[in-house]
């Protein structure tokens, strides 16, 4: 008998329970804490519909003390609305101080993860290849600018521009000197020349050879580099030979026969310097006497026209088809380096910057933003998130009064963005997948605006 009654109450005790059981619903929720580096929040909503209640807590994992929690009672709940988002589930329990301090900490954190690739990509632009490229343009236009121009056409009854020679002087050897420190800093140039070791280091106290990761990521980088870069070198050293040279054989020197005589009938003798009697620089600087009937040469250092008319009896200096040769071989050399400048470019953001564009600052994970009401103003509004997973209109349904709910037989499909409402007393039906409510819903008189603006933290 004993026995008997202990098996009935042990039955009816699990019999309790699990009705208990079946009339509680529970739902975790765990998510990074986004100002403290390796902490996890919890959050809990737990429906006891036997007794009609419903409790929430946020708290931090494995710590007793509770961050946030309270219970409320099911039958003062007025309405329910739910968001679903994509982000940092933290963010809807920060104040206005925390938000600046997690702005902060999150720009702190993006510039440190991301700042090799920022400087990655300021490398991949100002650097000594790319100076390089930019000087041999500088060249070719300037060889260009040797030949006289009159309007829109060339003049080649005119000598080559004298400026224009010197400064393409000037650009073919910084253009070689860059060429040659482009070679070292890509690792082409690694021997010991003419007793300098600077070619065999890799570091030259403020800079460093680039890695082998970059400046030979492909197998053909280094020996186009280093063939471009070598004839580079060379052709430069040829202008600045050419350009003297031009210069020199554009130039000649014309001498004019002249005479001071002394006027008819005066006792005065002409004097070079004065007046019109001319006798050339250093004797008219000197103010030498003039024999009357003497003949003086007066030479000029003129330039000689590039061509002249066939039968004109004037000659030519015949320099404009070496020139011509190095405008159009500076203009290919340019290419062949804006080429090369293209090919290490590929290899630096290859290298620096494709290899970390995966990287994400913080996980951004589904939720569920639930926001409640309750008929008393006293109350506010309660604000709390679940996991993507669970269904929010089980939810939703399960926190409103039992004789205000809205029978619901639609199977929870979790949408990349839903927004939902319950209000008691519905009895509409859903008018899209993601939208249901009874009546038209105000944001204004709900008190919450959440679902139609992003959120920032």
């Known amino acids: 008998m004993l026995r008997g009654l202990a098996r009935n109450e042990g039955i009816a005790a699990v019999a309790i329970a699990m009705a208990k059981a079946a009339l509680e619903d529970l739902y975790g929720f765990v998510y990074s804490d986004g100002l403290r580096q390796g902490v996890h929040i919890t959050e809990q909503l737990r429906v006891d519909r036997l007794s009609g209640r419903f409790t929430w807590s946020r708290a931090r994992q494995n710590e007793a003390a509770k961050l946030q929690g309270s219970s409320y009672l099911i039958s003062q709940v007025s309405s329910v609305r739910f968001t679903t988002r994509l982000g940092d589930p933290n963010c809807e329990f920060l104040s206005a101080a925390q938000k600046q301090i997690h702005k902060q900490r999150q720009l702190r954190s993006w510039l440190k993860s991301h700042a090799p690739v920022i400087l990655g990509l300021i490398v991949m632009i100002f650097n000594v290849v790319t100076l390089t490229l930019i000087l041999a343009a500088c060249l070719a236009h300037t060889m260009w600018l040797v030949f006289p121009r009159a309007g829109e056409h060339f003049d080649m009854s005119q000598g080559p521009d004298t400026e224009a020679l010197g400064a393409a002087s000037t650009l073919s050897v910084l253009t070689a000197l860059c060429a040659i420190v482009t070679g070292w800093w890509l690792g082409i140039f690694r021997c010991r020349c003419c007793g300098f070791n600077a070619f065999h280091m890799d570091s030259l106290g403020v800079a460093e050879r680039l890695s082998d990761k970059i400046a030979a990521r492909c197998r053909i980088q280094r020996p186009i580099t280093g063939a471009v870069l070598v004839v580079c070198i060379m052709w430069c050293f040829f202008l600045v030979i050419l350009c003297p040279v031009a210069y020199g054989l554009s130039r000649k020197t014309l001498c004019d026969s002249g005479s001071c005589t002394a006027d008819p009938g005066s006792p005065l003798l002409p004097t070079c310097g004065v007046g019109n009697c001319s006798c050339g620089g250093l004797a008219d600087l000197a103010c030498v006497s003039a024999t009357t009937g003497q003949d003086l040469n007066i030479c000029q250092n003129v330039k000689q026209p590039m061509c002249t008319v066939e039968g004109s009896g004037h000659t030519a200096s015949g320099v404009q088809l070496p020139l011509l040769a190095a405008a159009v071989g500076s203009t290919a050399l340019a290419i062949l380096l804006g080429l090369v400048w293209l090919l290490n470019a590929w290899a630096m953001y290859a ?65 990349e963005t839903m927004i939902g409402t319950y209000m008691p007393g519905a009895q509409g039906v859903m008018t899209s997948g993601s939208e249901w409510a009874a009546t038209g819903y105000s944001p204004t008189t709900a008190g919450d605006t959440g679902y139609t603006e992003p959120r920032w933290c």
Do not use: C
Request: glycine share 4%; net charge positive; hydrophobic share 45%.
């Open 351 to 415: 290298g620096w910057v494709r290899s970390d564009r995966d990287l994400v600052l913080v996980p951004q994970i589904m939720y569920h933003r639930f926001a409640v009401n309750f008929r008393s103003r006293n109350e506010g509004k309660l604000v709390f998130t679940l996991s993507a997973e669970d269904d929010p209109l089980a939810i939703a349904a399960a926190l409103m009064p039992r004789g205000q709910r809205t029978s619901l037989a639609v199977m929870y499909q979790a949408p």
